[in-house]
Antibody
């Protein structure tokens, strides 16, 4: 079964850091780009980051709201994606979803597999 | 950045109704649009990609249309399982979601 499982969420104070993990199973993790999407309580979905596969340099992209504070990475040997969140703000409070990005046409670039999400609460 | 605007924000409907949700992009995204369904406490699930292609396993009562800046998601005959929130998403330039449309009783 294709699955993504996030972990690492919790309560953190403003200005502190937190690292989320996304453990993948049921597919060849290294063949897929990955993204993170967040959803503030009662709000809509916001894409926040993207990591290309190693074959395309493993480079990353970020939404403006998190650029310079969040860092994504991946360990293909462990089938894990990471989201390191620094300088956290109260407005970063959200459920964070790890997402697989489908690679091949005609479905290329759609978010076809989602984790269950992990809640991050930024509060003093 | 490309902005996505959905309407309406909330839609009241009954089982058997035909439902249509509109999504507008702030600039042309050609056909690079997807629709997702999300139920409370659950992750979203893709329904439609490339504006009008039905994802495998999604019932045929769901359909999508449009190109450029105007898109629609239609449900031909609303079923009890379809009460949920629907999001459009552009993937022409990175990814942006609409604000969501809640379909309620």
């Amino acid at each position: 079964e294709v699955q993504l499982v996030e972990s690492g969420g919790g309560l953190v104070q403003p200005g502190r850091s937190l690292r989320l993990s996304c453990s993948a199973s049921g597919f060849t993790f290294g063949d897929y780009a990955m993204s993170w999407v967040r959803q503030a309580p009662g709000k809509g979905l916001q894409w926040i980051s993207f990591t290309r596969v190693k074959a395309y340099g493993g480079t990353t992209e970020y939404a403006a709201s998190v650029k310079g504070r969040f860092i994504v990475s991946r360990d293909d040997s462990k089938n894990i994606a990471y989201l390191l969140m620094n300088s956290l703000k109260t407005e970063d409070t959200a459920v964070y979803y790890c997402v697989r990005v489908w690679a091949l046409p005609p479905r290329s670039d759609i978010f076809d597999v989602w984790g269950q999400g992990t809640m991050v609460t930024v509060s003093s | 950045d490309i902005q996505m605007t959905q309407s309406p924000s909330t839609l009241s409907a009954s089982v058997g109704d035909r439902v249509t949700i509109t999504c507008r992009a702030s600039q042309s995204i050609r056909g690079w649009l997807a629709w997702y369904q999300q139920k409370p406490g659950k992750a979203p699930k893709v329904l439609i990609y490339k504006a009008s292609s039905l994802e495998s396993g999604v019932p045929s009562r769901f359909s999508g249309s449009g190109s450029g800046t105007e898109f629609t998601l239609s449900i031909s005959s609303l079923q009890p399982d379809d009460f949920a929130t629907y999001y459009c998403q552009q993937y022409h330039s990175f990814w942006t979601f609409g604000q969501g449309t809640k379909v309620e009783v």
